[in-house]
């Protein structure tokens, strides 16, 4: 009976050094992906090392390549950790939840614009920050075109969902669909409006949600119904 209690507080002590461990992994990385955004956003992507990120997250160099492989692997977490949105699940999750559980298209529509909305003050500078990178560095030349086509394959999922259930106006494909939704979705667009012209968050979101029912959906009938 010794031997078993002993071995149990053996075994209770070996997960609770490794649940230690594994938070703090988490809150390492967490701060490295905080230091990088930081410290790209203010510095540049060239300007920014490695060494400078690892230094002032109080992580080994060793360490940031191990866990994410260099500068481009930097930038692809910090994109993932905006793409989350604010709320407590993942934006993403939010939309597919919304396609499962809502039946009108227009709320579907005004619920992605949200989403958009949400994110995009979070993604768009990251966004940015790697489009004018791959100008000169090829690197993040692929890493943008990457992006893009993943945003694109996202909007081919929700395209997809207002196609299958017949929703989209007479005449629209679902790749036209889809291209809209991803050019109301660029960074551009929100840089354009938000950053260049000054627009309210929400006259933004708003925007987008009208120009996608209009663009997307068949026009509402007008006068009565006989």
């Given amino acids: 009976m010794l031997w078993t209690e002993s071995w149990c507080d053996v075994n209770t002590t070996r997960t609770y050094d490794a649940s230690g461990r594994r938070a703090q992994a988490r809150r390492s990385r967490t701060e490295v992906v905080s230091t990088a955004r930081r410290l790209f956003l203010a510095s540049g992507y060239s300007a920014t090392t490695v060494a400078a990120v ?3 997250a109080g992580v080994s160099v060793e ?28 934006a993403e999750r939010r939309s597919d939840e919304l396609q499962a559980t809502e039946t009108d298209p227009s709320v579907i529509i005004r619920g992605w614009a949200r989403l958009t909305l949400e994110v995009s003050p979070r993604v768009t500078p990251i966004l940015l920050l790697v489009r004018d990178a791959g100008v000169t560095d090829p690197e993040m030349a692929l890493l943008r075109a990457e ?8 909007m081919t999922h929700n395209a997809t969902t207002l196609a299958s259930r017949g929703h989209l106006r007479e005449g629209l494909s679902l790749e036209r669909a889809a291209q809209v939704m991803w050019t109301y979705s660029s960074p551009e667009l929100f840089d354009l409006l938000v950053g ?22 068949p026009p509402s009938p007008t006068g009565p119904i006989l």
């Fill in 63 to 90: 360490t940031v390549y191990k866990t994410f492989g260099g500068k481009p692997g930097l930038v692809r977490a910090i994109r993932d950790e905006a793409l989350t949105g604010a709320g407590p699940e993942p």
């Fill in 147 to 154: 992006m893009d086509h993943a945003r694109l394959k996202r």
């Fill in 196 to 217: 260049t012209l000054g627009w309210p968050l929400e006259q933004y979101g708003d925007f987008v949600a009208d120009a996608l029912v209009a663009a997307l959906l």
């Fill in 54 to 56: 690892a230094a002032e």
